[in-house]
């Protein structure tokens, strides 16, 4: 059924003209375009049900920041919410961290004009992080640390269970590849997990959706991106290597990046070397497989 319905969005069932959300109003009406958002509206949607990440009735706390990625978040879970294929209620989330420069009104007047439920929160780890880090450091880490724990009590106070960030295949692909150089480990970003805490879920709906399809489908509904250079560029982030190694293994390669997200889905723990996943000790001849 799932296969049938999105192969049915075209045209007025896909949510254009006057019945669909705000926000995809004056959406482009072109083959390419209806292609894009059916695939990741696909996506989104599988992901959700392999994860099991949508309880009916939940209330999830979707991170917006600006960026390309979390309105591509956004939009794609309204528009399935409108459809009726998600069965939670959202509430957008902005945090104003007071990096110099941020325009403040673009958020909270986007979100009004189309009807988006929203919260803005103002909590100036800015300060915190440039008083913390020192010269010469990069600000991810700690800016990504303080914006969590906020993001989290946000989720507590306005009776979310989840917080919904926008986190992609990429981002994904990076991590993984980060841990691999760098922490001697095989881990990437997991779809779905619980706070250190215990209470809240953080969920990551496109986790197998293309960095560059999300910039497209952005570019293509005119969000008004706020870039994340506002406390400065910093060149030397171990995360910006691996996405040139990314880029220049895709682009030598085409379609490894796909291969790769479907390998983190597919771990043979007999052919690695954790004796605590596999039990070596138990393998003879004769025997079968643990």
Known sequence: MRDQEIESWSGEDA???PDCHPLFRDAPSSVSFKKLRKRLLR???EAIEEFAMARPGAR???GLSGGKDSYALLAVLHDL???GLLPVDLLACNLDQGQPGFPKEILPNFLSAHGIAHRIEYRDTYSIVTDKVPEGATYCSLCSRLRRGHLYRVAREEGCEALVLGHHRDDALETFFMNLFHGGRLAAMPPKLVNDEG????????IRAAEEDLGRFSAALGFPIIPCDLCGSQDGLQRNAMKAMLVDLERRF??????MI???AHVRPSHLLDPALFDFAALSPGKDLP
């Open 43 to 45: 996506q989104v949607r």
């Open 254 to 259: 085409p379609g490894r990046k796909d291969v």
């Open 262 to 264: 479907r390998a983190l």
């Open 81 to 83: 919410s409108w459809r």
């Open 199 to 206: 209470d809240v879920m953080v969920l990551r709906p496109l």
């Open 15 to 17: 949510g254009e003209g």
């Open 60 to 62: 999830w706390l979707v």
